[in-house]
């Protein structure tokens, strides 16, 4: 598969993820479980500038190797807590948690098959 594939891939979600943090910002004063929403909000767009940036290095630098596992765990990590937070702020739901919700569950996924192909 091409770069291209690979950066509209992982880049669709952390656009989304930073469209949905702008819309929490806008709304911050009045929104109920705020800090809950940026948690997941930033921890989605921390795993998807962590993909980005491998899949730069990847590109532009030399491949990773198949036996280093610690890029996938880290992206794991952080997209399974993002998802468990927006769930959890699910309660009081607006269009940037859902948003955010599916930005991070589509990057769980990712990083679970990426882990699972070596």
């Known amino acids: 598969m091409t770069f291209a594939f690979w950066w509209l891939l992982f880049g669709m979600p952390l656009a989304a993820a930073i469209f949905a943090s702008v819309g929490l910002l806008r709304t911050w004063s009045r929104e109920p479980m705020r800090l809950m929403k940026a948690a997941s909000t930033v921890l989605t767009i921390v795993a998807g500038c962590l993909a980005c940036g491998t899949l730069a290095y990847v590109q532009l630098v030399t491949p990773v190797s198949s036996a280093n596992y610690r890029i996938e765990a880290l992206g ?43």
């Open 76 to 118: 794991l990590l952080l997209t399974v807590a993002s998802t468990i937070l927006s769930l959890i702020t699910l309660r009081s739901v607006r269009w940037f948690s859902a948003l955010t919700l599916a930005a991070s569950a589509w990057m769980l996924v990712l990083f679970f098959l990426v882990g699972a192909s070596y």
